[in-house]
């Protein structure tokens, strides 16, 4: 956030406090593009998505599950580990964690 780098730090409670609401802003978005329900685990596992990856790549998922394709869309979620074109070791271990969780 701008906000907070133009101040150079922030304190640990305004940390959390932001943290809290940026994720109440995903879930309400991830829940707003959704047209089908989905479990609690598919809902973590989403918006851990949407936080690292943003809205655009979140879209790609939302169509697959929206349109009933939810295998689909839980296995699209590893394909979003790469950096420049190269898978890296922390994103894929992210992404199997959001994978897994998403299967739940």
């Known amino acids: 956030d ?7 730090h922030i304190t640990k ?9 940026r994720i109440e802003a995903i879930q309400n978005d991830v829940q707003t593009k959704l047209s089908v329900p989905v479990t609690d685990t598919q809902l ?5 998505f949407y936080y690292n ?6 879209n790609n998922i939302a169509d697959r599950i929206n349109d009933g ?3 689909e869309a839980g296995d699209a979620i590893l394909l979003y580990d790469k950096c420049n074109g190269k898978p890296l070791k922390g994103l894929s271990d992210r992404r199997r964690e959001e994978q897994h969780l998403f299967n739940l």
Do not use: T
Request: hydrophobic share 45%.
């Open 53 to 58: 990856l943003g809205p655009g790549n979140f």
């Open 2 to 8: 701008p906000a907070i780098v133009g101040r150079g």
């Open 69 to 71: 394709r939810v295998k």
């Open 13 to 21: 409670e305004e940390a959390e406090e932001y943290l809290i609401g």
């Open 44 to 48: 973590v596992a989403l918006i851990s």
